[in-house]
């Protein structure tokens, strides 16, 4: 089955090597002005827990410089999807053309047919998937240095899940093809299930794998959880009212002209701040989670695939 | 003999209708059985459900295991994109069993750097043969193998498929429209409709068998030796009779004529109207035809 698996989808693999190698080259070019910039200005002493005077506007200046950059960081997220592109054909493209007819009167059983093909399609994304990982927590790093990488813009690109949402979104364009028969209704419909999953998992779930941390800070925000992944910050009187920007902003101007500090005005009205946000020490933890989750869809797209393909009558 | 396919009263339905239904048919080991019929007569699902690509709705099927079946299926499905070569190879890797000499010589000539796009209608039907019967089947099941064929070209598949099946001493079911296709290398004849089998035997019992009576125009009374009228014609005052017989006919009023094979099975298809010439569909069967 490895020359079949080979010789049937060796465009979309040797595509998917393509891809890391064009991901890598790009990161390896554009992560080198953000490294020289971390180095000249001596970035890594300012960081917590160390800290010399202006650093607060050092940090700023880089993250504003390069915030665009790591913006386009961010697109990385689409490439597990593309496996979708590897899954969705894999049966249906058998059925446009009729095939399947062929494929499934071999000497092998449907489900061995099936099963050794995402093995081993499997295995060789998951490598390439693993592989765009690295690259792009080598080319996070200053990023993370300073903004740490629990927040979904390195959550996303970084460690296991990468390899996880790639076989999530493999299995899950397979099913569809066997479901629609179809490679364009497949890809479309595994397309849109990819992006509601991981949006759904990602705005719903993954906030609350663990119980958030809150803390109260009087004053305006502190900068102490730059690396933690901050769901929420609020202003709350003292019983615990919310207060609306806009009674926040009004309370500013009128310190502002009374001429007092805004932050010791808001304290003497008894105004807290209280922050709700995930610890950057919780990565790997949260890593494991979200990984499981997407492999235990996977694991169900995969059998819901097998039964369909032993049971549906071609 | 012991059956290689063993159908007993098999049942397919296709949405709401009867593709196949009430269906028996043996096929001893090492037979060649024609299945024919009118389009959608459940030929092709009669092969789909042996192959195991279908699951019956009713009755029971014994069939070998997939491994030891060669299956053409109709429109010869092969992956465009491959060359010969690599279609052997296909199934030299999806078979635990593979006979690349048969499969090779079964081709013939065909340089195996020919992309399966390239392929004429034979040599498409020829590859798909030789993928077949390099399995060393016990079951050949070919499902329409000379619909896209000309008459040469027909030919040469059914020499060349005969040859990998002495080689082989596979049981071959073939499903053709066409009864004289495969007149000439089938030892038994099924005729399929509406999904059950209306006549089955060799093809000199067959044609034994039946009689055409002519005669003066009457009331139809009891003849001597006939078992069954299949189709009566009234043509002025002439009345032809297609009769099965159990006897010798001796009525001198009648004058009985033997009849060919075609016509027979025409006649079943048919058995109000005249075996007139069957209608030819130029399009494509369905699958499930």
């Not at chain 1, 479901?179 to 990602?202: D, N, Q």
């Not at chain 1, 730059?226 to 101007?253: C, H, P, Y």
């Not at chain 2, 019956?56 to 070998?64: C, I, K, M, N, V």
């Amino acid at each position: 089955m490895a020359w079949v698996t080979w010789r049937q989808h060796r465009a979309q693999l040797l595509t998917a090597f393509a891809v890391f190698v064009t991901v890598a080259i790009a990161a390896v070019v554009s992560s080198l002005p953000v490294r020289d910039a971390y180095h000249r200005q001596a970035l890594s002493s300012c960081l917590p827990p160390a800290a010399r005077p202006g650093c607060d506007l050092l940090v700023n200046h880089f993250r504003s410089e390069f915030a665009s950059l790591a913006q386009v960081g961010r697109w990385l997220i689409l490439l597990p999807g593309l496996a979708l592109l590897v899954g969705a054909p894999l049966l249906a493209r058998e059925f446009e053309h009729g095939t399947f007819r062929l494929a499934w009167t071999q000497g092998l059983s449907r489900r061995r047919w099936l099963l050794s093909k995402l093995a081993l399609l499997g295995a060789a994304l998951v490598l390439v998937a693993a592989l765009i990982g690295v690259v792009a927590v080598w080319w996070r790093q200053p990023f993370d240095h300073v903004e740490g990488r629990m927040s979904p813009a390195a959550f996303d690109v970084e460690g296991f899940v990468v390899p996880a949402y790639t076989v999530f979104a493999l299995s899950i364009g397979v099913l569809a093809g066997i479901v629609f028969r179809r490679t364009l209704a497949a890809i479309s419909v595994a397309a849109a299930a990819f992006v509601a999953t991981r949006l759904g998992v990602e705005k719903l779930l993954r906030p609350h794998y663990l119980a958030p941390l809150h803390r109260i800070a009087t004053g305006t925000a502190p900068s102490a959880h730059a690396r933690d992944w901050v769901l929420d910050d609020k202003l709350v009187d003292s019983v615990g009212r919310r207060i609306t920007s806009a009674r926040e902003d009004l309370a500013v101007v009128h310190a502002q002209h009374a001429g007092i500090d805004a932050q010791q005005y808001l304290a003497s009205l008894g105004w807290r701040r209280i922050l709700t946000f995930q610890p950057a020490s919780r990565f790997w933890t949260f890593q494991g989670i979200e990984t499981s989750i997407f492999l235990a869809l996977a694991l169900v797209a995969v059998v819901a695939a097998v039964v369909l393909v032993r049971r549906r009558p071609a | 003999m012991t059956a290689v396919l063993h159908a007993e009263g098999l049942g397919k339905r296709h949405h709401r209708r009867w593709a196949l239904r009430d269906c028996t048919l043996r096929v001893p080991e090492q037979s060649i059985i024609g299945v024919t019929g009118p389009n959608s007569a459940g030929k092709s699902t009669l092969l789909g459900l042996a192959v195991g690509l279908l699951e019956p709705d009713e009755g029971t099927l014994s069939a070998p295991p997939i491994a030891d079946i060669g299956y053409v299926a109709q429109d010869v499905p092969l992956y465009r994109s491959f060359d010969v070569g690599e279609m052997l190879a296909f199934a030299r890797s999806t078979n635990l069993r593979w006979d690349q000499q048969l499969a090779l010589e079964l081709l013939g000539s065909r340089s195996l750097e020919t992309k399966v796009s390239a392929l004429m209608p034979g040599e498409r039907a020829r590859l798909a043969l030789a993928l077949a019967l390099g399995k060393r089947p016990a079951l050949l099941l070919l499902d329409e193998p000379l619909a896209s064929l000309d008459r040469l070209a027909g030919r040469e598949f059914l020499q060349v498929a005969m040859d990998g099946v002495a080689q082989t001493g596979a049981a071959v079911v073939i499903a053709t429209r066409v009864v004289t296709d495969i007149e000439r290398v089938c030892e038994r004849i099924a005729l399929l409709c509406d999904g059950a089998v209306k006549l089955e035997g060799s093809v000199e019992e067959l044609l034994a068998r039946h009689r055409l009576l002519t005669g003066a125009r009457r009331p139809l009374g009891r003849i001597h030796g006939v078992e069954e009228v299949v189709r009566a014609n009234h043509s002025g005052r002439q009345l032809t009779l297609l009769v099965r017989t159990n006897g010798p006919i001796v009525d001198p009023t009648w004058s009985v004529d033997e009849i060919g094979l075609e016509d027979l099975l025409l006649a079943y298809m048919a058995p109000a109207e005249l075996p007139t010439a069957q209608p030819q569909r130029p399009w494509r069967l369905r699958w499930h035809g």
